[in-house]
């Protein structure tokens, strides 16, 4: 014969409900529906029957709230859906008693209007807020964090093309005519003694601008004695030159690693 499973319990099949089992009243609680308040759960049942929301039927509609919060006795009933139910009653009694004779010529506010300029208004409410919950939440419940990165760029000056060195040279040796003297005189002028005398400029590791190397007031032989020693130093691998963009000022300094 078969056996019935009544549960399972830590992996174990349990067969028969054992005689001294108690199981609280409160144990077990079905919440049919969770409405966010007395006009919600009005609300549902008027559209769930396509009801004319100017146009209520109060005795029905009062009948189908009333079972509605009596399936919820089990739980803490808020006042509010204590308080619809009572306004449900008083309207619906209004419109069953009859009218005195001297106020049928009159004509009586209908007592259901305020109930449905409530449910109307609860109503667009409530589309707001579904409208309003689509909205994606980043920006609005909440912000996204963000953290600056700091991206150092290194760029490599572009190297001196012998043009370049020959065009500044030659700038340097035009204004270096304009200090010529006409006096006649034996000049001695080593290249070696230019040559140290440039790396005495440099000693001291930085850039230095080409056209400062250079002392144009002395006439252009030292001018151009100075650029031959400039020379020889790069040629030994003494001297490192470097330009920002095309046409650029040049500017000079000592090998790094000489």
Request: aromatic share 8%; net charge negative; proline share 5%.
């Amino acid at each position: 014969m078969t056996q019935t499973v009544v549960a399972t319990i830590f992996g174990q099949t349990v067969t028969d409900i054992p005689a001294d089992l108690f199981i609280p009243p409160d144990a077990l609680t079905v919440i049919l529906r969770q409405f966010e308040g007395p006009l919600d759960l009005l609300l549902y049942l008027i559209r769930k029957q396509n009801l004319d929301v100017l146009d209520i039927p109060m005795t029905q509609i009062t009948e189908q709230y009333l079972a509605y919060i009596q399936q919820m006795s089990s739980m803490d009933l808020a006042a509010e859906y204590l308080f619809m139910a009572s306004l449900l009653i008083e309207i619906k009694s209004r419109l069953l008693l009859p009218r005195p004779k001297s106020e049928e010529s009159e004509e009586e506010a209908d007592p259901r209007a305020e109930l449905a300029r409530r449910l109307l208004v609860y109503e667009q409410m409530k589309y707001a807020a579904v409208q309003l919950n689509q909205i994606p939440q980043a920006g609005r419940d909440f912000l996204w964090a963000s953290l600056p990165q700091i991206r150092t760029v290194f760029t490599h000056p572009p190297q001196v093309d012998i043009s370049d060195l020959q065009q500044a040279y030659l700038m340097v040796l035009q204004r270096a005519k304009q200090f010529q003297h006409h006096t006649i005189s034996e000049e001695t002028i080593s290249v070696r003694e230019q040559m140290s005398a440039i790396l005495r400029q440099l000693q001291a590791g930085y850039w230095v601008r080409f056209e400062s190397l250079f002392d144009i007031h002395k006439g252009a032989t030292l001018v151009v004695t100075t650029f031959i020693a400039m020379l020889e130093l790069m040629k030994e691998g003494l001297l490192s030159t470097t330009q920002e963009t095309a046409f650029a000022p040049i500017f000079v300094r000592l090998q790094q690693n000489a």
